[in-house]
């Protein structure tokens, strides 16, 4: 029979300050769920969670376990839910079956940088259960988790290979390069190690308490370590011998026994290795454009990234001339009233900038270059109390591209779209916070409510130098070596696989590609192309002759 459960429960987190602890804090408040916390220097006690919260869950470090189980086992509710999200089951388990309230052992197996609990998979561990047990499981498949049900025993087994030992073994590994002090050369890492570096940074990121606990008290670890010793010393023997036949024998044993997984890794690590050949690492120093005089349009008014991005690229001697959108930009740009232009086309997380593609379809100018600029937001406010924001004003791309910081610090505010970073602030409101930039955050002696909130620590946004002509003057400053193609194509099935194999016959590679829905009644979207060819290349005419019989529309915007 199931119970009906006629009330929310108050949930109680002892760690909740802690990284996890605060994760779970997030998630059952994102779902109306009441939540208190204990921690080192919180209002509450553990003893006071303990009394009055309905589910209890511990998030303290192993070594702790115990401590926290003795001092709150008296004060717990007879119909409560006593539950960690520890690594390790059978010792946690074994210590929270002496309490008087229904016992769950959770293993989150994912990291406090998750988004979101959908397609994650979360431990079940059933120890003594009561009916918040089968509450806790259907909220998180509410939240599209998996919830994986195992024993203890099996669980700990089953982390001592898939996590003590693959530490141990990426630790080992560190150490190695850390005590030998060995200097890289860039031209010899192989794709081999760029994916294990990844995994390396990973795991050289998290809390060395946390990486100790799980290799020191996983029951059935040390036994794994004797194998793997004993799998060592065997290998080392067959190297030092030379005995290639044995090698190979042992290689291709190991081989076949992953053969159900070979292909999909070698699928997946080519992705992820092509990713990382494409990812700006590091932006480089912007350089200034050796140009005088010359009125430089943007989107205003002064502060904006774009200002800032204009007075980066452009020296003191050139007039910088805001306005309000940017397709006024492109109009004074087409009617020549200004000289160039910054404009914004991508960022790296909220994407492209639909409203400055769109002008190039409207307006007959082009892109002489482009350039990467680092982005950082901050929330800032008359207020001094993130609690008091009820409203949050800024440009539609900051507030995309702090997304996850609001919707996990400030969920409950209003959020308004506006013109500009900057143009919102001359009613500068009470209750109401503003996406800016640190500039204009001390120019006009606002509080900061939060530091660099914006979802990626290494945002940037790319901008295009724009001229109502292709100038041979300018385009020096930047030596672009990609073009621009806007085009529209006749709607018919294969008609994306002819014209990319246009540029694949070639050998010339696509950058990006992009569909951008049309306003325009003739057609249903355009597609931007970034082809990795020089405007005026040879290879580049004969792209667009053959383009042709395929695109009713097509137009080449310039060089990136």
């Known amino acids: 029979m199931e119970i009906k459960i006629n009330k929310k429960p108050l949930i109680g987190i002892i760690g909740g300050n802690g990284k996890m602890g605060n ?48 001092e709150i086992k008296p004060f717990l509710k007879n119909d409560s839910l006593l539950a960690d999200i520890t690594s390790l089951k059978t010792q946690p388990l074994k210590e929270m079956s002496k ?21 994650q998979n979360i431990v079940f561990c059933y120890q003594k259960n009561n009916h918040w047990v089968d509450f806790l499981k259907k909220l998180f498949q509410k939240n599209n988790a998996n919830v994986i049900e195992i024993s203890a025993k ?5 982390m001592a290979f898939t996590q003590a030992l693959l530490h141990f073994i990426n630790l080992n590994y560190a150490h190695i390069f850390a005590d030998k002090k060995i200097k890289l050369l860039s031209n010899f890492l192989t794709p081999a190690f760029k994916l294990q570096s990844l995994v390396l940074g990973r795991i050289l990121g998290q809390d060395s308490h946390l990486y100790a606990s799980l290799e020191m008290e996983n029951p059935y670890f040390c036994r794994v370590l004797e194998s793997y010793e004993q ?34 890794a070698q699928k997946k690590s080519a992705e992820v290795l092509k990713i990382l050949e494409k990812q700006q690492v590091k932006i480089g120093k912007i350089n200034k454009i050796k140009i005088s005089e010359s009125k430089v349009g943007f989107l205003g008014p002064e502060g904006t990234f774009s200002w800032e991005a204009g007075r980066k690229i452009f ?86 591209q702090c ?45 900061i409510l939060g530091k660099r909130i914006e979802n990626i620590k290494d945002n940037f946004t790319r901008f295009l130098v724009i001229a109502n002509q292709i100038n041979d003057r300018i385009i020096k400053n930047f030596q672009p070596k990609n073009t621009l193609l806007l085009l529209s194509i006749y ?68 060089s990136a």
């Open 23 to 70: 994760w779970f804090k997030i998630f059952f408040e994102r779902n109306n769920l009441p939540v208190i916390i204990s921690d080192l220097k919180t209002e509450l006690s553990n003893i006071e969670i303990a009394k009055r919260a309905d589910i209890v869950i511990i998030s303290v470090p192993i070594q702790k376990f115990s401590a926290v189980i003795k």
């Open 99 to 119: 309490c008087c309230c229904g016992v769950l052992g959770m293993h989150p197996l994912f990291g406090p940088m998750a988004q979101d609990l959908k397609n």
């Open 154 to 158: 099996e669980h700990d087994r089953q």
């Open 231 to 264: 799998k060592v010393d065997q290998l080392k023997k067959i190297i030092k011998s030379k005995d290639y036949r044995n090698f190979e024998k042992q290689f291709n044993r190991s081989a076949n026994a992953f053969s159900d997984f070979i292909k999909i």
């Open 315 to 400: 020296s003191k001697n050139n007039l910088l001339v805001p306005f309000e959108n940017i397709s006024d930009i492109f109009v004074a740009i087409a009617e020549e009233k200004i000289d160039l232009a910054v404009a914004p086309i991508e960022n790296r997380i909220a994407g492209l900038v639909s409203e400055t593609i769109n002008s190039f379809i409207d307006f007959p100018v082009f892109a002489i270059g482009s350039f990467k600029m680092p982005i950082h937001h901050f929330l800032v406010s008359k207020e001094n109390n993130l609690k008091k924001i009820k409203i949050i004003k800024s440009h539609p791309q900051p507030l995309a």
């Open 403 to 447: 997304s996850h910081w609001l919707k996990e610090n400030i969920p409950w505010a209003i959020q308004e779209s506006a013109s500009s970073t900057v143009a919102p602030l001359k009613g500068c409101l009470e209750n109401t916070g503003f996406i800016v930039s640190y500039y204009i955050a001390k120019k006009h002696k606002l509080n």
């Open 491 to 558: 709607d018919r099935p294969g008609i994306l696989r002819d014209i990319l194999s246009i540029f694949a016959n070639k050998n010339i590679n696509l950058s990006a590609i992009h569909s951008i829905p049309s306003y325009s009644l003739a057609w249903d979207y355009f597609f931007f192309l970034e082809v990795e060819k020089q405007y005026f290349s040879k290879e580049i005419k004969e792209c667009l002759r053959e383009l042709e019989k395929y695109c009713p529309y097509i137009k080449p915007i310039g």
